[in-house]
């Protein structure tokens, strides 16, 4: 998902789901901001939210992130702030 990694801003919406392919989100490491929510679900391959860690991304939505079953730990997520809800 390397294709990701030079987008920085989103105004919206940022989704990945039903992905089994995905195992870690270091595609998305250039992201700092997102305009509306961010969805990480149905990825059964997700083991890591590598990508994530190390970065400032502020979430103006809901960051939600559920059914990603080898996903084991969101420790990644210590730098990321949310204006709206967190639901797993």
Do not use: Q
Request: aromatic content about 2%; charged content about 15%.
């Amino acid at each position: 998902m390397d294709e990701f990694s030079g987008i920085s801003v989103v105004s919206g919406l940022v989704e990945l789901s039903n992905n089994d392919a995905v195992t870690d989100m270091e595609g998305y490491s250039g992201l700092v901001d997102v305009g509306g929510n961010l969805v990480i679900e149905h990825n059964d391959g997700l083991a890591t939210l590598a990508g994530l860690n190390g970065i400032r991304l502020a979430i103006a939505g809901d960051l939600i992130i559920r059914h990603n079953p080898n996903l084991v730990t969101i420790a990644a997520l210590s730098g990321v702030t949310v204006d709206g809800r967190i639901a797993a």
